[in-house]
């Protein structure tokens, strides 16, 4: 019994310093030093010396105002399109805006109010005067350019080429007088040459000869 106890005796003394050895073999971490007051302020003034305004890097002016000098990049591109692109370019925003001015303007032309209805029957109107006033402002040589570049698709000749058939009517129809269809034959075969009485009366007249008879 007493060499029992002695031996849990060493072993608690074993682990004991197996634990002291483990406590000891581990690194310290070494403790920051403090920073000097101020010292903060000198590391922001140094990273603004070392990285100047990004602005004088990239070619960017400081002043916003400086940059209405600089002529607009979309601008320059328009002015290397040929005339007629630029026309047409125009002329298909117009007509984009006419098109979208049109669509609301029947898509709720019943279920709008009445100054939400008279507003877009005012947008749609006036759509189609930006385009008449747009096509009326063009010089002639504007003109001609946009004419042959909208209006300029070749004719489809290829069944008059393949069956040998001129390419305008010989023949023009007659204009014709448009028939009159409540004008009966009876009456145009009737004569009344003979009927030499006077139309009198008014409509109760009429009426009460109708109901008499």
Same mark, same amino acid.
């Given at each position: 019994? *007493?060499?029992?106890?002695?031996?849990?005796? #060493?072993?608690?003394?074993?682990?004991?310093?197996? %634990?002291?050895?483990?406590?000891?073999?581990?690194?310290?971490?070494? $403790?920051?030093? @403090?920073?000097?007051?101020?010292? $903060?302020?000198?590391?922001?003034?140094? =990273?603004?010396?070392?990285?100047?305004?990004?602005? /004088?890097?990239?070619?960017?002016?400081?002043?916003?105002?400086? /940059? $209405?000098?600089?002529?607009?990049? #979309? /601008?320059?591109?328009? #002015?290397?399109?040929?005339?007629?692109?630029?026309?047409?370019?125009?002329? /298909? $925003?117009?007509?984009?805006?006419?098109?979208? @001015?049109?669509? +609301?303007?029947?898509?709720?032309?019943?279920?709008? !109010?009445?100054?939400?209805?008279?507003?877009?029957?005012?947008?749609?109107?006036?759509?189609?005067?930006?385009?008449?006033?747009? %096509? @009326?402002?063009?010089?002639?040589?504007?003109?001609?350019?946009?004419? +042959?570049?909208?209006?300029?698709?070749?004719?489809?000749?290829?069944?008059?080429?393949?069956?040998?058939? @001129?390419?305008? *009517? =010989?023949?023009?129809?007659? =204009?014709?007088?448009?028939? !009159?269809?409540?004008?009966?034959?009876?009456?145009?075969?009737?004569?009344?040459?003979?009927?030499?009485?006077?139309?009198?009366?008014? +409509? *109760? !007249?009429?009426?009460?000869?109708?109901?008499?008879?």
């Amino acid at each position: 019994m *007493a060499k029992s106890n002695e031996l849990v005796n #060493n072993l608690f003394v074993v682990l004991s310093l197996l %634990e002291g050895i483990s406590m000891t073999d581990r690194p310290s971490t070494p $403790n920051k030093p @403090a920073q000097k007051p101020g010292q $903060n302020s000198a590391r922001r003034n140094n =990273s603004r010396r070392r990285y100047p305004n990004k602005n /004088q890097g990239s070619g960017k002016p400081n002043n916003p105002n400086q /940059q $209405n000098a600089n002529p607009n990049p #979309n /601008q320059r591109q328009d #002015n290397k399109m040929p005339l007629v692109d630029r026309i047409y370019e125009k002329y /298909q $925003n117009l007509l984009e805006q006419h098109l979208i @001015a049109r669509r +609301k303007f029947h898509d709720l032309f019943y279920r709008a !109010d009445l100054p939400q209805k008279n507003k877009l029957e005012r947008l749609f109107y006036s759509s189609i005067k930006e385009i008449r006033d747009f %096509e @009326a402002r063009l010089n002639p040589v504007e003109r001609e350019l946009f004419e +042959k570049r909208n209006n300029g698709l070749t004719l489809d000749l290829t069944y008059s080429s393949l069956n040998a058939e @001129a390419l305008e *009517a =010989s023949s023009q129809p007659i =204009s014709l007088e448009p028939s !009159d269809p409540h004008y009966m034959q009876s009456q145009k075969n009737a004569s009344y040459s003979d009927d030499s009485e006077e139309s009198v009366g008014c +409509k *109760a !007249d009429y009426e009460k000869y109708k109901m008499s008879h």
